[in-house]
């Protein structure tokens, strides 16, 4: 059922925990799976230094955050911002098509965490450029 990639990622996560002083942080949830993720970010020069979770859900959910902060680590916040929830199951070897929706909320977690940096460094008028999306 989950790839061996996921396995690990769900028995032994990384980046678990909060970023002292986060630069942004994103929260989401599914209310109809009850699973709820948190992701922290500190930023130098529209760089990610830092990035670390904290998510309540599934093994899915668990391994596809963990996944996220790996691929995002030390990435600009226009090449942290491309990552979707396709890519983030791709990396991971796939995931069942019922857990899709996990890979879903740990992408948008992260780009939540990117748009709460940039509104509060007074950038919200960048938001639409870096992720894509009308401000």
């Known amino acids: 059922m989950y790839t061996d990639l996921v396995m690990d ?8 925990g909060e970023v002292d002083d986060p630069d942004g942080a994103g929260q989401i ?27 309540f859900g599934c093994g899915a959910a668990v391994a596809t955050s963990s996944m996220v902060t790996e691929m995002v680590m030390g990435k ?35 780009h939540l965490a990117i748009e709460d940096y940039l509104t509060k460094a007074g950038r ?3 938001v639409a450029k870096v992720l894509g999306k009308k401000a």
């Open 9 to 16: 990622h769900f028995s032994n996560p990384r980046n678990v």
């Open 29 to 55: 949830g599914n209310p109809v799976c009850g699973d709820v993720m948190r992701m922290t970010i500190k930023v130098d020069d529209d760089r990610i230094t830092d990035v670390k979770f904290k998510t």
């Open 124 to 126: 919200a008028g960048d």
């Open 76 to 110: 600009t916040l226009d090449e942290a911002a491309e990552i979707s929830n396709r890519a983030v199951a791709e990396a991971l070897g796939g995931l069942p098509a019922q857990k899709m929706h996990c890979s879903n909320l740990a992408a948008d977690a992260l």
